[in-house]
Nanobody
Framework: QVQLVESGGGLVQPGGALRLSCVAS????????MAWYRQADPGKEREWVA?????????DYAVSVKGRFTISRVNSENTVDLQMANLKPEDPTVYYC?????????????????WGQGTQVTISS
């Protein structure tokens, strides 16, 4: 079955940086675009943050994180990372990864209904 395991979250000061990592299994990783989402409140929908395509590695970012976050992937390791810099007070939340369908024009939507446990990012001075 699909498994997505996120890690790398933690406590960071405003303006700081963190690198999140996601290890995927249970599907052919190289066949799917991958993305990061975040959810500030369990009662709210997950917000798409960044996506990366499978072959060309083309990246796409939400306006709120563009220029600060960088998504990358290593197909041979089934991993997708999110390098976050210049973290802001509105960034703290739980971050999740998932495979996605869609494209830069139409946008992205999660491929799989099951999600990992996420990784918590907390920002405090």
């Amino acid at each position: 079955q699909v498994q997505l395991v996120e890690s790398g979250g933690g406590l960071v000061q405003p303006g700081g940086a963190l690198r999140l990592s996601c290890v995927a299994s249970g599907f052919t990783f190289g066949d799917y675009a991958m993305a990061w989402y975040r959810q500030a409140d369990p009662g709210k929908e997950r917000e798409w943050v960044a996506a990366i395509t499978t072959l060309s590695g083309t990246t796409d970012y939400a306006v709120s994180v563009k220029g600060r976050f960088t998504i990358s992937r290593v197909n041979s390791e089934n991993t997708v990372d999110l390098q976050m810099a210049n973290l802001k007070p509105e960034d703290p939340t739980v971050y999740y990864c998932n495979a996605v369908r869609g494209n830069i024009i139409r946008g992205w939507s999660p491929q799989f209904g099951s999600w990992g446990q996420g990784t918590q990012v907390t920002i405090s001075s």
